[in-house]
Nanobody, 114 residues
Framework: QVQLVESGGGLVQPGGSLRLSCAASGFAFSSDTMQWYRQAPGKQRELVAAITSEGDSTFVVASVRGRFLISRDNAKNTVDLQMNSLKAEGTAVYYC???????WGQGTQVTVSS
């Protein structure tokens, strides 16, 4: 059964950093593009970043480009989101997703506040 388990969220001050991780199981992780989404309070869920199966191509949404970095380790079946210079608008629940199968993780809360 497909499982996606996010971790690494928490409370961080503006300007700080967090590294989110998503542990995947139950499918051919190394063959699939992976995505990170976020949903802020009162807003629609939005795509933040994506990475191809081999990790040779990435996408990061313009609003966080240069501050967020997506990476993966196919040996460990994990996909990470390194978030630097966090701003208050980064407060959201962050989810990983396998677009081919359409599964979502349960999400991890990130709160950026002083």
């Amino acid at each position: 059964q497909v499982q996606l388990v996010e971790s690494g969220g928490g409370l961080v001050q503006p300007g700080g950093s967090l590294r989110l991780s998503c542990a995947a199981s139950g499918f051919a992780f190394s063959s699939d593009t992976m995505q990170w989404y976020r949903q802020a309070p009162g807003k629609q869920r939005e795509l933040v970043a994506a990475i191809t199966s081999e990790g040779d191509s990435t996408f990061v949404v313009a609003s966080v480009r240069g501050r967020f970095l997506i990476s993966r380790d196919n040996a460990k079946n994990t996909v990470d989101l390194q978030m630097n210079s966090l701003k208050a608008e980064g407060t959201a629940v962050y989810y990983c997703r396998t677009p081919r199968l359409g599964y979502w993780g349960q999400g991890t809360q990130v709160t950026v506040s002083s």
